[in-house]
């Protein structure tokens, strides 16, 4: 788990590992912490202190500047002892019988180097976590609106093969996951999981989605209003990025103008529909077709990690 300023989502992720995890299923607990501020380091070492399951292995890796996601899981994969490793977001509560599924279809699989859980919402909803992996195609069907249909592949009940699959809660082949070079650091947060994924395709492993196994998602970056900006800013960042990494620069212009297209009718339509911010359509409009031109996450954490430096030598 990678935890940045989330102290009572992580307890919550951490209690619910305790409670699922399966019985004689011999693992360890990491935990990096992203240079918070909120008490989350001692309120974890607090409760592992506190319980004898999985929880009381926990390591603890304590940053004193913030990096990104990638670069965090990347370092957490490289400490980890296990073949099997389950990334998790702090802000993610596995379900019961969530992680022996997970290992189940990756052990049934060998040549599945991933596994994602059913994403759910804290009311129970089913949530989209697994989907083809992005190109002109699937921005064209996202542009007419079709991407439930032709784009989302976390419909089903049963394991299945997909392009890629949320890090919420993914279990990954260590070895693989090595062999391809782990996470991409330039990727600050947003579709580095999906960049690992065309990467795991490339050199010939699955990836699967497992209904099976549930995890509510409470989302904790996206429901906090005062980096909202900075979050979309770095959603379309990651986006383009991927966009120009795996298919060039011609396509990834086109894509940023199909991506873009794709808010307009949504923005005209919040200007009749409650509840919705036709302003916040419009931006993410003007990020798409811009890439995430702006101050994302990790211009917040630049600018964080400098003020902790400055606060240091004065």
């Known amino acids: 788990m990678v935890n940045t300023n989330g102290r009572e989502d992580l307890l919550a992720c951490l209690g619910a590992i305790e409670r699922t995890h399966p019985a004689g299923m011999e693992a360890e607990l990491l935990l990096l912490d992203n240079a918070?501020?909120?008490?989350?380091?001692?309120?974890?070492?607090?409760?592992?202190?506190?319980?004898d399951g999985i929880g009381a292995s926990l390591r603890l890796l304590e940053l004193e500047r913030r990096t990104g996601k990638a670069a965090n899981d990347s370092l957490l994969l490289g400490e980890a002892r296990g073949e099997l490793c389950l990334l998790l977001n702090e802000d993610s509560e596995l379900q019961e019988g969530a992680t022996t599924a997970l290992v189940k279809a990756l052990r049934t699989d060998p040549e599945a180097a991933a596994a994602g859980a059913r994403l759910l919402s804290p009311d129970g909803a089913a949530l989209a976590s697994a989907w083809r992996l992005p190109g002109l195609g699937t921005a064209l069907a996202s542009a007419l609106?079709?991407?439930r249909r032709l784009v989302t592949q976390s419909g089903g009940d049963e394991t299945r093969e997909v392009g890629w699959v949320q890090s919420a809660a993914m279990l990954v082949r260590r070895s693989a996951v090595a062999e391809a070079g782990y996470l991409d650091p330039?990727?600050?947060v947003y579709s580095d999981e999906t960049d690992l994924c065309i990467r795991l395709h490339d050199a010939g492993w699955r990836i699967l989605h497992v209904p099976a196994a549930e995890a509510v998602h409470h989302e904790q970056l996206a429901s906090d209003q005062v980096a909202e900006r900075r979050r979309l800013v770095e959603f379309h960042r990651g986006r383009d990025l991927y966009m120009?990494?795996?298919?060039?620069?011609?396509?990834?212009?086109?894509?940023?103008?199909?991506?873009?297209?794709?808010?307009?009718?949504r923005a005209l339509a919040a200007l009749l529909l409650p509840r919705h911010d036709p302003r916040r359509y419009l931006l993410q409009a003007r990020l798409a077709v811009t890439g995430g031109r702006g101050e994302g996450l990790r211009e917040a954490a630049e600018a964080y990690n400098s003020s902790r430096a400055a606060g240091r030598s004065g």
């Open 244 to 265: 120009r990494k795996h298919h060039g620069r011609l396509a990834a212009a086109v894509v940023r103008v199909l991506n873009a297209w794709s808010y307009l009718p």
């Open 145 to 147: 609106f079709l991407h």
């Open 186 to 188: 330039d990727f600050f």
């Open 36 to 51: 918070s501020e909120d008490g989350s380091a001692a309120a974890a070492r607090a409760w592992a202190s506190g319980v």
